[in-house]
């Protein structure tokens, strides 16, 4: 169907609509965190005298070097693990059918309906209970486990549609079940796999609650679960806690920025596979 030339330049002003209230945010937050420590802009104004010093002043109050070092280590222990058990889960229910894959796929896809500030509370408990609350692994293992869902369906998705064909030749020429895991669909796979661990990577990085319930070492934290504690000691400084949060969302930023065609494909590719 021919698209004509109204609904292209309607389908323009649309998209340049909702590019506008997804950047004026991010605009605001910049130009407030420019002014004076101590005042309160009036919306989007730019300062006469912009003050760069706040992110440097931010920097240094919410110790970031601590913070970055928290974060890195909490998305490198959370997302290769994370890879690892739901690319395994994918292959055996997507590819191997093996027996209940019906009914494991069932209670992975229930996992995803299952509302996440709704088990916040038990998973608090349990870590006071087994002695890891406060610690980083308070926030990698539930992590862990609230990305398998998600996760293992992705790679699932994946395995599933790839032809049987590929899997006997491999069989015949006397691949075991681990080598045609490991040495056929493994590499055919890297596409979804990298895919997933940016999007996994991301949304570790962002992780908010969970550091903030979990952890009470603000430097034990995700980047933006340390906002929290952050904003706490300095809300009535807007100034700062704007360059705070410039500075919390610009490894976010640039991550994007770098991989956002695998992001977007990843997110393509989830729509479209059945």
């Given at each position: 169907m021919k698209v004509t030339r109204s609904e292209l330049w309607t389908?323009?002003?649309?998209?340049?609509?909702?590019?506008?209230?997804?950047?004026?945010?991010?605009?605001?937050?910049?130009?407030?965190?420019?002014?004076?420590?101590?005042?309160?802009?009036?919306?989007?104004?730019?300062?006469?005298?912009?003050?760069?010093?706040?992110f440097i002043q931010a920097f240094n109050v919410a110790n970031m070097t601590a913070l970055l070092a928290s974060s890195t280590f909490i998305?490198?222990?959370?997302?290769?693990?994370?890879?690892?058990?739901?690319?395994?889960?994918?292959?055996?229910?997507?590819?191997?059918?093996?027996?209940?894959?019906?009914?494991?796929?069932?209670?992975?896809?229930?996992?995803?309906?299952?509302?996440?500030?709704?088990?916040?509370?038990?998973?608090?408990?349990?870590?006071?209970?087994?002695?890891?609350?406060?610690?980083?692994?308070?926030?990698?293992?539930?992590?862990?486990?609230?990305?398998m869902p998600f996760a293992v369906f992705w790679m699932r998705t994946h395995f599933v549609n790839m032809p049987n064909e590929i899997s006997e030749a491999a069989r015949v020429d006397g691949a075991t079940t681990w080598g045609l895991f490991w040495r056929i669909h493994v590499?055919?796979?890297?596409?979804?796999i990298a895919s997933l661990g940016i999007l996994m990577s991301i949304w570790t990085w962002n992780q908010f609650l969970l550091a903030l319930v979990l952890v009470e070492d603000p430097t034990q934290r995700t980047m933006a679960g340390a906002l929290g504690a952050f904003q706490g000691h300095y809300a009535t400084d807007v100034p700062l806690l704007c360059a705070g949060t410039?500075?919390?969302?610009?490894?976010?930023?640039?991550?994007?920025?770098?991989?956002?065609?695998?992001?977007?494909?990843?997110?393509l590719q989830g729509s479209v596979k059945g």
């Open positions: 389908g323009r002003a649309l998209l340049m609509v909702l590019m506008a209230f997804t950047i004026l945010p991010f605009i605001s937050i910049f130009m407030t965190a420019l002014h004076p420590s101590g005042t309160v802009p009036n919306g989007l104004e730019w300062p006469a005298n912009p003050q760069w010093g706040n998305v490198l222990a959370v997302v290769p693990v994370s890879l690892l058990i739901s690319t395994m889960a994918g292959f055996a229910i997507g590819l191997l059918r093996i027996r209940g894959a019906n009914v494991l796929l069932f209670l992975f896809v229930f996992g995803l309906t299952l509302p996440f500030p709704g088990i916040i509370i038990p998973i608090y408990f349990l870590e006071r209970a087994i002695g890891i609350y406060n610690t980083r692994l308070a926030i990698v293992l539930p992590l862990i486990a609230l990305y590499p055919l796979a890297r596409a979804p410039i500075l919390i969302l610009l490894p976010t930023l640039i991550i994007f920025m770098l991989f956002q065609r695998q992001i977007i494909a990843a997110l």
